[in-house]
């Protein structure tokens, strides 16, 4: 028997991408390979083996469902989203939020994520008042966004969300933490970094501007100049992203 115990930084079941999938059916294809090649111009730019094997369409496929080497191949997830969303949720309740789990911003744009997030916390927040005004709630989210990079600075998808998020919660009783659960954040040092209703002002009275470092893609330099980066180092896991966003009343 095949047993695969895994780490998982993939969304659920999609694990035949995580290291390659070495003990699972491949889902894609040679004729995938190919078509991708060739539509970034890639066939001239490999190695003269591999780029032979495109041109003379020699690639092997790799093996599929159904395969008999499977047979008696099994597949373990010992830490995935899952868990980590279990995990975070229960932190959010024992600290006395009222915490909502949301998986939808997967792969979206990060100004998208940041509308579609704030716009939830804030209903859930109006839901509280009504029942219990005391309670603060919170919003979880997991998975990895979109975030291109259109400058020459220093950050991550992670940092980025963030500083998407600061103009949007101005003034208001929220605070924003987003970070990479393997401790790195694009090619910054930090996880990520975190900013609340204060950070606009913060950053305006410290010269700084939310436009400028977002059209260099510097979040990590606009955090790490008001103390907010957060830094854990490697942890040695990879679970995707982590996306916290909490709203206490007035």
């Not at 003269?48 to 092997?60: K, M, W």
């Not at 010992?78 to 600290?95: D, F, I, N, Q, T």
């Not at 002002?201 to 470092?213: E, I, S």
Request: charged share 20%; glycine share 8%; aromatic share 4%.
């Amino acid at each position: 028997m095949k047993l695969t115990l895994a780490i998982s930084d993939v969304p659920p079941g999609q694990e035949s991408a995580l290291a390659s999938g070495p003990t699972l059916p491949d889902p894609t294809t040679v004729s995938d390979a190919e078509r991708v090649a060739s539509k970034y111009n890639l066939i001239e730019k490999l190695p003269p083996l591999l780029r032979n094997a495109f041109e003379q369409h020699t690639l092997r496929e790799t093996p599929k469902m159904g395969d008999p080497i499977f047979a008696r191949a099994n597949l373990v997830v010992v830490l995935g989203a899952h868990e980590l969303m279990h995990a975070a949720h229960h932190s959010c309740e024992r600290e006395g939020y009222v915490c909502v789990c949301d998986n939808a911003t997967d792969n979206w744009p990060i100004e998208k994520a940041a509308d579609h997030l704030l716009l939830l916390l804030m209903a859930q927040l109006k839901v509280q008042n009504d029942t219990n005004p005391r309670r603060p709630v919170a919003i979880l989210a997991d998975g990895e966004l979109s975030s291109p990079v259109t400058g020459n600075g220093i950050g991550g998808r992670n940092s980025a969300f963030v500083l998407a998020c600061v103009p949007k919660i101005a003034g208001r009783n929220i605070t924003v933490l987003s970070a990479g659960t393997d401790g790195i954040d694009g090619n910054s040092p930090a996880a990520g970094a975190v900013a609340d209703g204060q950070t606009l002002a913060r950053c305006q009275a410290a010269g700084l501007d939310v436009g400028d470092f977002m059209q260099r893609s510097d979040a990590y330099n606009f955090f790490a100049r008001l103390g907010d980066e957060v830094t854990t180092g490697p942890t040695g896991n990879n679970l995707r992203d982590l996306r916290v966003l909490v709203a206490h009343h007035k």
